[in-house]
């Protein structure tokens, strides 16, 4: 079965600029996760979907933030305009139910905001 | 904020020997989960033990969960080079959200 894939692999953009990363969840996975992973920390959840409805952003900055999951499918993250403090690996994950079952990641995306 | 702290921060054996980690925190848990990172790469799930079990088993991977003292330990033995990761411990509370750990890193010597 094919893992959760993600786009790109790595990002070098400039501060104030806008970027953003792409994810395919695992075929049938209802579930979508989105978590930033700053050098040094585990993850940190930024948004869950469940189908195309967001079921947490509590932790999403959402004054530069966004993120959606048309048809419930693929998912984007979007961050307009980045700062230096973005500089991270965003790991988009799925699971098959919510999300007290299995999680499973994608490679991530390196952003470095110079 | 993250609930789970992994202890120690990094650790590095030979291989052939044991490698044991720590895991504590602080609020009650429906679940703990433990994740290896490998270098530049997503995060693999190892093991989920629930609230109500004391002990699991996963090839080579030992998991405890104490709820009393809010503590859980990851023992991988017969290391391999291979096993050279950062491991992750997520903790899952009744909303079943997962608050990860800083990680322990681990270097298996040849």
């Known amino acids: 079965e094919a893992g959760v894939a993600q786009s790109p692999r790595y990002k070098i953009i400039e501060k104030r600029q806008s970027v953003a990363f792409w994810c395919n969840p695992i075929?049938?996975?209802?579930?979508l996760y989105w978590y930033q992973q700053i050098l040094g920390q585990g993850p940190k959840l930024l948004i869950q979907f469940q189908n195309n409805g967001v079921v947490d952003d509590s932790q999403l900055p959402k004054d530069r933030f966004s993120a959606e999951r048309l048809k419930g499918v693929d998912s984007t993250l979007k961050i307009q305009p980045a700062k230096l403090e973005d500089s991270a690996v965003y790991l988009c994950?799925?699971?098959?139910?919510?999300?007290?079952?299995?999680?499973?990641f994608g490679p991530g995306t390196r952003l470095l905001v110079l | 904020s993250q609930q789970g702290e992994e202890d120690p921060q990094a650790l590095s054996i030979q291989e052939g020997e044991n490698a044991t980690m720590n895991c504590s925190y602080k609020?009650?848990?429906?679940?703990l989960q433990w994740y290896r990172q490998n270098s530049g790469r997503g995060l693999v799930h190892l093991i989920l033990?629930?609230?109500?079990?004391r002990e699991k088993h996963s090839g080579r991977l030992r998991v405890t969960l104490d709820t009393s003292k809010k503590s859980s330990s990851l023992l991988i033995t017969a290391s391999r080079a291979a096993d050279t990761a950062s491991y992750f411990c997520?903790?899952?509370?009744?909303?079943?959200?997962?608050?990860f750990g800083a990680g322990t890193t681990v270097t298996v010597r040849a």
């Open positions: 033990i629930r609230s109500n079990e």
């Open positions: 997520a903790t899952a509370n009744n909303d079943y959200k997962l608050s």
């Open positions: 994950a799925s699971s098959v139910g919510g999300s007290q079952e299995t999680q499973y």
């Open positions: 609020t009650s848990i429906n679940n």
């Open positions: 075929s049938g996975h209802a579930t």
